[in-house]
């Protein structure tokens, strides 16, 4: 039985087409729906950002932890501590009101006196900390 060149040529280029078309389904199954539009960051709560950074500031948590180059050393590095996805907004409360719920080691004392409406506004302030300011 001779199988003619033209009918080979179609069935190759069948078969590189399937082959096409299963790659792209994997590749859309991999990587997912498509993300949304990178645009103005998101608090991770309804919080007063600007509020927070009051907070933040009146309640000296700079003279333990850095954002941007600007702090004490004795906490960790706050700078893009908003990134860890892990840190929600009830993470960053029990951080905040009982840190040794969260990290048994901490010297941090707890700040369980901080108003509910300037918890969320320190909370929004934290979770917006996602990159490094330009230099």
């Known amino acids: 039985m ?8 179609s069935s190759g280029t069948a078969i590189a087409c399937i082959t096409l078309f299963g790659a792209l389904l994997t590749t859309a199954a991999v990587a997912g729906p498509p993300q949304k539009s990178a645009g103005k960051p998101k ?11 009051k907070v ?4 000296s948590c700079v003279n333990c932890h850095v954002i941007n180059g600007e702090g004490g050393s ?8 908003g990134l860890n996805p892990k840190h929600t907004p009830a ?9 040794k719920a969260v990290h048994p080691d901490s010297t ?5 006196s901080i108003k509910e409406k300037d918890l969320t506004d320190l909370i929004a302030y934290l979770g917006s900390l996602k990159k490094k300011a330009a230099p």
């Open 2 to 9: 001779i199988i003619s060149s033209r009918l080979l040529r």
């Open 43 to 53: 608090p991770p709560v309804k919080g007063d950002i600007v509020n927070g950074k």
């Open 56 to 59: 933040y500031s009146a309640n």
């Open 74 to 81: 004795g906490g960790p590095e706050l700078t893009t501590i």
């Open 91 to 99: 993470w960053f409360k029990k951080a905040i009101v009982t840190p």
């Open 108 to 112: 941090m004392p707890p700040y369980d």
